[in-house]
Structure formats: C-alpha cells, structure tokens
C-alpha cells in the first residue's frame, strides 16, 4: 500500500479501538468503587494515608480509573487493531497467527497486571518506610494513583513483548539468530525495566520482579529458533522437490 493508504488504515484501527475503549470505559464507571478499595488497600497496610488534595480530585481519579479499566476490557480489540496493522495482508493460513498472537497476548498482559499488583505493596513498604519517626506520609490520591496506573502498565506491556517478538518471527521478519545475537542488551533492558517499574527496598526485589520476564523471553527465543529451524527444513524439501521435478521433465522439442 501506499502511504497515503497505510495512513488511511491506521486512522480506521485507531477508530475502532477508540470506539472499544469509550464502550468499556463506560462499564468501568461501574467498577469504581470496588476497585478503588482494592487499590487503596495496600497503601493502608503500608501506613500511609491517601488525601484528596481538591473537590476535584474524586472525579479526576474516577475518570482515570474509568479509562484504566476500559483499556484492560478493552485489550482484545486493540491487541487484534494493533497486530491487523503491523501484519497487514496475510494469507489465510497466515491469519492463524494472529489467533495465536491474541491468545497469548491477552493472557500475558493481564498476568503482567497481576504482577505488578503483587509488586504494589513491597514498593510502598519501601517508600513509606522511610517517613521519619513522629510523621505521618500523607500521600495524594492523585499522585498515588498515577504511580499505580503506571506500575501496573509497564509490567502489562512488558509482558506482551516476548509474544511480539514471536509473532514478529513467525511472519519471518525477525529470526532467532538475530536475537539470539542480542541477548545481552536484553537481559540489562529486562532488568532495567524491572527495576524502574517495580522499584523494591533491595536487589532481591528487583530480580524477583524480572525473573518472569527473563523466562519469557528465553522461552520465546527458543520458540523462534525452533520454528526457523523448521521453516529453512520446508524450504530445503521444497527446493529439493522443486529440483527433482525439472530433472524429470521432458525435454521441450526443437
């Protein structure tokens, strides 16, 4: 396509997704309040305090929680947009993989949202721990919850990485030996993410947090070998065919 048409085509994915997000953001609206105390629950234990700063500050939470869950109930649809216009035109044996890449994406990014919720409350045991003796840490709710939000997206989109980067290879634009290549500047980039999006009191923290993602990625590095592997097996049979086949052709008459 030109790019004036690919244009045109993001324009369409980015419409519809926005479409999902304002429909699931309004179920959202619905969920507040449970999920609210839920996020509030882990700054209680930790000893803090959240405080509204303004009148304002209610709604303003009430709309970012809105929009926060809309983008989880969401993920199907966007997950499907976003992979529709990195791989655009596949055969119909080819569409499979978007299947696969949907299947293990939406899994993974809830299960990194899960385990940034499991990382909440080691962050604030960290962080409010170091309110000096005969204070207490008033935290604005505001501030809180865009620390959260971002904890739970960072280790969200981290997990849907390793998936892309097999969906990526099993269209044949990315091979295993390429990664395989860079796997050093990986692991400091996992580690790297982990320790910024799930800051801990200690190193041990940091590693835990990245272990996950350190297996994922290796698990995926493997998958993408194997299937080049593979692939290069087809082509051979299949040049070895090919050749088989002009040997035994019949000569063309003068």
């Not at 899994?107 to 960290?126: K, M, N, R, T």
């Not at 849907?160 to 395989?180: A, C, D, S, T």
């Not at 692991?187 to 190193?203: E, K, Q, R, S, T």
Request: a neutral charge.
């Amino acid at each position: 396509m030109s790019l004036k048409e690919h244009l045109i085509e993001l324009r369409n994915r980015l419409f519809i997704s926005l479409i999902a997000l304002f429909v699931t953001t309004v179920a959202g609206f619905f969920l507040y309040n449970p999920v609210m105390e839920i996020i509030m629950e882990p700054l209680a234990d930790a000893g803090g305090q959240a405080n509204f700063a303004s009148a304002v500050s209610p709604l303003d939470m009430l709309i970012k929680v809105s929009v926060f869950l809309g983008l989880i109930m969401s993920a199907p649809v966007w997950l499907y947009q976003l992979w529709a216009f990195i791989v655009p035109g596949l055969h119909k044996k080819e569409k499979w993989t978007t299947v696969g890449f949907i299947s293990a994406a939406l899994p993974l990014f809830l299960g990194g949202i899960v385990l940034g919720f499991w990382a909440l409350p080691y962050a604030l045991i960290f962080f409010v721990g170091l309110t000096p003796g005969g204070a207490v840490n008033y935290v604005t709710a505001p501030e809180y919850l865009d620390f959260v939000l971002r904890l739970f997206l960072a280790f969200g989109i981290a997990f849907l990485l390793p998936v892309l980067v097999v969906g990526l290879n099993m269209i044949g634009i990315l091979p295993g030996k390429l990664i395989l290549k860079n796997w050093r500047i990986t692991v400091f980039l996992i580690c790297l993410v982990a320790a910024m999006a799930a800051p801990g009191g200690d190193a041990l923290t940091m590693f835990v947090l990245a272990g996950p993602l350190l297996l994922l990625f290796v698990a995926a590095t493997g998958f993408c070998l194997y299937n080049d592997m593979r692939r290069a097996k087809r082509a051979a049979e299949r040049d070895k065919e090919n050749e088989e086949n002009a040997n035994n052709a019949s000569p063309l008459p003068d």
